[in-house]
T-cell receptor, first 114, second 115 residues
């Protein structure tokens, strides 16, 4: 079972470049999430999508946009990358946005912005 | 706002020794608590969870955790550590009620295992 798949695994950008991180899940989950992980900071929620057609801001949304393309796919876009966006990005999914719904994570995208 | 504190940034134990990783959460009426493990270069894997009922919960890979409401703690334990347990461990909390989908993570505890 693939679970949550993220592409690419690694990316290096120059300041000002744009890129889209892709995420797909095959568990028929309704809800999807994007987190960033920085050393000593744990994971912080960037955006989430409670269900197909809806998206909402999390704790650190500035500089990012998201698209819930369909039930399976949830992409994260950096329109003009900045060095402060150097991080590891994780996508997660859950059955629904209820507290008891366990979130399942992808393997991450390691992004460096020079 | 909900918060999670993992007081230990880095812990080193010898293989075969016992392990306890600490986690304290901000007070909430009905916390839902999780421990995740992240191996180097990998995503997060759920070790165990607590929703209600028995305060001692068992997880995968021989881990267990005990919920203590009076101490707002949810410490992770393992009686005998294996070298493959070297990883980073994250405690997370959410609460029942509206808008409670957001998992709040601690900053993590990195575990090193000495052969």
């Amino acid at each position: 079972n693939a679970g949550v798949t993220q592409t690419p695994k690694f990316q290096v950008l120059k300041t000002g470049q744009s890129m889209t991180l892709q995420c797909a899940q095959d568990m028929n989950h309704n809800s999807m999430y994007w987190y960033r992980q920085d050393p000593g900071m744990g994971l912080r929620l960037i955006y989430y999508s409670a269900s197909e057609g809806t998206t909402d801001k999390g704790e650190v949304p500035n500089g990012y946009n998201v698209s819930r393309l369909n039930k399976r796919e949830f992409s994260l876009r950096l329109e003009s990358a900045a060095p402060s966006q150097t991080s590891v990005y994780f996508c997660a999914s859950s059955v629904a946005t209820l507290a008891k719904n366990i979130q399942y994570f992808g393997a991450g995208t390691r992004l460096s912005v020079l | 706002a909900q918060s999670v504190t993992q007081p230990d940034i880095h812990i080193t134990v010898s293989e075969g020794a016992s392990l306890e990783l600490r986690c304290n959460y901000s007070y909430g009426a009905t916390p839902y608590l999780f421990w995740y493990v992240q191996s180097p270069g990998q995503g997060l894997q759920l070790l165990l969870k607590y929703f209600s009922g028995d305060t001692l919960v068992q997880g995968i890979k021989g881990f267990e955790a005990e919920f203590k409401r009076s101490q707002s703690s949810f410490n992770l334990r393992k009686p005998s550590v294996h070298w493959s347990d070297a990883a980073e461990y994250f405690c997370a909390v959410t609460y029942s009620g509206a808008g409670s989908y957001q998992l709040t993570f601690g900053k993590g505890t990195k575990l090193s295992v000495i052969p």
